[in-house]
């Protein structure tokens, strides 16, 4: 069983920064494929960020693109989502996911685990 847990989320300005942890609590986090997905009130959960075994490859949705980026940590079993220039439209609950092996990586759907989120606001 997979456990993810987010952290670093809060209130911010306009055009300010926050970084999300999530920490995967498995002995074997180099076979799990990661993502980042968020949902606003209101709205369906949304793909943020992809990032691969060994972070080679990553993917991120047009919308925070050139913000936004992610990484892992293998010794720590830690991902991070590094946001910049963050906008009032970024406001939504941030959630991590795992899966050894995802089919679409901007599908909710190809995701197994889940953490519970953590609240981004961001002030205009």
């Known amino acids: 069983q997979v456990q993810l847990e987010e952290s670093g989320g809060g209130l911010v300005q306009t055009g300010g920064s926050l970084n999300l942890t999530c920490v995967v609590k498995?002995?074997?986090?180099?076979?799990?494929?990661m993502g980042w997905f968020r949902r606003a009130p209101g709205e369906e959960r949304e793909f943020v960020s992809y990032?691969?075994?060994?972070?080679?490859?990553?993917y991120y949705a047009e919308s925070v693109k050139g913000r936004f980026a992610i990484s892992r940590d293998g010794r720590s079993n830690i991902m991070y989502l590094h946001m910049n220039n963050l906008k009032p439209e970024d406001t939504a609950v941030y959630y991590c996911a795992a899966n050894t092996r995802v089919s679409y990586v901007y599908a909710p759907s190809s995701y197994n685990f889940w953490g519970q989120g953590t609240q981004v606001t961001v002030s205009s």
């Open positions: 990032i691969n075994y060994d972070g080679a490859a990553t």
């Open positions: 498995v002995d074997t986090f180099y076979t799990y494929e």
